[in-house]
């Protein structure tokens, strides 16, 4: 069992950028692939950005490469989302999520956590 809590959203004007973090408890964080999915109104729930859990694999969405990084520590127990040049379509709740496995992608149904995410608003 691991625990996910979010933190770091919030309102940002478009070109801003903000950095999300998600803290693990519970079972050995470094065993952990990591993810970082999106739900905005009106839409299902979105891959943004994935790392397995030596940092040496990452994958993104099309819609937010090159401008958002995905990264971990697991000295801390965290992984984070730095997304740069924002704009409102990245309006959504961001969720992090953890599967037990070196290295997960882009499926929703591989990953076997889920925290309860943190509200990003960009305004234009």
């Known amino acids: 069992q691991v625990q996910l809590v979010e933190s770091g959203g919030g309102l940002v004007q478009a070109g801003g950028s903000l950095r999300l973090s998600c803290a693990a408890s519970?079972?050995?964080?470094?065993?952990?692939?990591m993810g970082w999915f999106r739900h905005a109104p009106g839409k299902e729930r979105e891959f943004v950005a994935a790392i397995s859990w030596s940092s040496y694999n990452t994958d993104y969405a099309d819609s937010v490469k090159g401008r958002f990084t995905i990264s971990r520590d697991n000295a801390k127990n965290t992984v984070y989302l730095q997304m740069n040049s924002l704009n409102p379509e990245d309006t959504a709740v961001y969720y992090c999520?953890?599967?037990?496995?070196?290295?997960?992608?882009?499926?929703?149904?591989?990953?076997?956590?889920w925290g309860q995410g943190t509200q990003v608003t960009v305004s234009s």
């Open positions: 999520a953890a599967a037990l496995t070196y290295y997960s992608g882009s499926s929703i149904a591989d990953y076997d956590y």
């Open positions: 519970g079972r050995t964080f470094s065993s952990y692939a």
